[in-house]
């Protein structure tokens, strides 16, 4: 069965940078639409950034100007691009698609969400 394969987390000092991946496991996928969330120990889950099939995008409003998503042009990965980090960004961040596999028949669509990258922004 594919999965959502993230990647990309890790420790970085505020103001850095880090740049999450996310993937479907099988190439015969693609995305088309995705949105990243991420959890705060002890805080709800938070809409981070979204993007749909047209390309259009939303952002939450303590991450706009900081923050872009992407995909690239074959619609295989999205990208959380995350400029001037901050310690409040600590969190885990999640990713959720809608992917479709195309077939001589018709259209497969599912919803899946990645297993979760831990960001911490630490001096």
């Known amino acids: 069965q594919v999965q959502l394969v993230e990647s990309g987390g890790g420790l970085v000092q505020p103001g850095g940078s880090l740049t999450l991946s996310c993937a479907p496991s099988?190439?015969?996928?693609?995305?088309?639409?995705a949105t990243w969330y991420r959890q705060a120990p002890g805080k709800q889950r938070e809409l981070v950034a979204a993007?749909?099939?047209?390309?259009?995008?939303i952002y939450a409003a303590s991450v706009k100007g900081r923050f872009t998503i992407s995909r690239d042009y074959n619609l295989k990965t999205v990208y959380l691009h995350m400029n001037s980090l901050r310690p409040e960004d600590t969190a885990v961040y999640s990713c959720?698609?809608?992917?479709?596999?195309?077939?001589?028949?018709?259209?497969?669509?599912?919803?899946?969400w990645g297993q979760g990258t831990q960001v911490t922004v630490t001096s």
């Open positions: 993007i749909n099939n047209a390309g259009p995008t």
């Open positions: 959720n698609a809608d992917l479709i596999r195309r077939t001589a028949t018709g259209e497969i669509l599912g919803n899946y």
């Open positions: 099988e190439n015969t996928y693609s995305v088309n639409a």
